[in-house]
């Protein structure tokens, strides 16, 4: 059993900066891919980054690349999203995920573990 909890959220304005944490418990966090997903209200969840187990793969949602960076520490067991120059479309509920493959990196169903979701707000 893995728990994940996010943290970072909050409201911001257009163009800031926010920098959202995922803390893992067990010691198999090393295993698994990890990613981000979100989800606003009334839409379906959205694939945003991804990440391997060694970090040696990255993978981002077109929306995002280029001002949002994963990464990962595998010591600390968790997960990063450096969000830079948000807009308000980026308002949603960010979840972070453990996936025990990378291939199905992006899709929500391969993924095994979620956490209860962080709010991010970006007023305009």
């Known amino acids: 059993q893995v728990q994940l909890v996010e943290s970072g959220g909050g409201l911001v304005q257009a163009g800031d900066s926010l920098r959202l944490s995922c803390a893992t418990s067990g010691r198999t966090f090393s295993s698994y891919a990890m990613g981000w997903f979100r989800q606003a209200p009334g839409k379906e969840r959205e694939f945003v980054a991804g990440i391997s187990r060694s970090s040696m793969n990255t993978a981002y949602a077109a929306s995002v690349k280029g001002r949002f960076t994963i990464s990962r520490d595998n010591v600390k067991n968790t997960v990063y999203l450096q969000m830079n120059s948000l807009k308000p479309e980026d308002t949603s509920i960010y979840y972070c995920?453990?996936?025990?493959?990378?291939?199905?990196?992006?899709?929500?169903?391969?993924?095994?573990?979620w956490g209860q979701g962080t709010q991010v707000t970006v007023s305009s």
């Open positions: 995920g453990a996936a025990t493959g990378w291939l199905r990196i992006v899709d929500e169903r391969g993924y095994d573990y």
